[in-house]
T-cell receptor, first 117, second 113 residues
Framework: GAVVSQHPSWVICKSGTSVKIECRSLDFQATTMFWYRQFPKQSLMLMATSNEGSKATYEQGVEKDKFLINHASLTLSTLTVTSAHPEDSSFYIC?????????????FGSGTRLTVV | AQSVTQLGSHVSVSEGALVLLRCNYSSSVPPYLFWYVQYPNQGLQLLLKYTTGATLVKGINGFEAEFKKSETSFHLTKPSAHMSDAAEYFCAVSLNNNNDMRFGAGTRLTVKP
């Protein structure tokens, strides 16, 4: 089945630094990637949608300059949290789908727990 | 826009008992509906999904869900709970294969010995 590899699984960084999270589709072409964040004991909230080769579409209230998304290839999308602050600490999860969607559906990465100190 | 509501943030059952997790949806068009399970500090694993066709959907680990259009529901059930079923469960809706997925608030399932 389709697999999405997400790295790192956890990261601790100092306030003010930037952190990059990667999601790779291992056996299919991820034409669309979705990035979610999840606060403790809460649901997943969609942050942005990115299509390969295009600029990401951000949900209302998500700062595009703070959460930089790059989807330059059909197998890799990255989320960079710039100038991270403690309130950015959260669980970030990516989800990928292929061009047809109905074959592989939505496949989720294993998530990245970000802690900003 | 589509949305889902999960009734009950926490459900507790005894091992061997019936599991029923409730999900109601709102959608302007026939929805695609999903149930996912999440274990601590892990990603989401798809249990089952409904797109078209048969309204009773069977998934992994003995779970099943029934799409009821008249009730706008997609409740998740399992006849006999196992200790390993203890996890967070999310219901999700999408308008089609090209749309993003919206999640419910989640239901934490606890299984008592």
């Amino acid at each position: 089945g389709a697999v999405v590899s997400q790295h790192p699984s956890w990261v601790i960084c100092k306030s003010g630094t930037s952190v990059k999270i990667e999601c790779r589709s291992l056996d299919f072409q991820a034409t669309t990637m979705f990035w979610y964040r999840q606060f403790p004991k809460q649901s997943l909230m969609l942050m942005a949608t990115s299509n390969e080769g295009s600029k990401a579409t951000y949900e209302q209230g998500v700062e595009k300059d703070k959460f930089l998304i790059n989807h330059a290839s059909l197998t890799l999308s990255t989320l960079t949290v710039t100038s991270a602050h403690p309130e950015d600490s959260s669980f970030y999860i990516c989800s990928a789908k292929d061009r047809l969607g109905q074959i592989y559906g939505y496949t989720f990465g294993s998530g990245t727990r970000l802690t900003v100190v | 826009a589509q949305s889902v509501t999960q009734l009950g943030s926490h459900v507790s059952v005894s091992e061997g008992a019936l599991v029923l997790l409730r999900c109601n949806y709102s959608s302007s068009v026939p929805p695609y509906l999903f149930w996912y399970v999440q274990y601590p500090n892990q990603g989401l694993q798809l249990l089952l999904k409904y797109t078209t066709g048969a309204t009773l959907v069977k998934g992994i680990n003995g779970f099943e869900a029934e799409f009821k259009k008249s009730e706008t529901s997609f409740h998740l059930t399992k006849p006999s709970a196992h200790m390993s079923d203890a996890a967070e469960y999310f219901c999700a809706v999408s308008l089609n294969n090209n749309n993003d997925m919206r999640f419910g608030a989640g239901t934490r399932l606890t299984v008592k010995p």
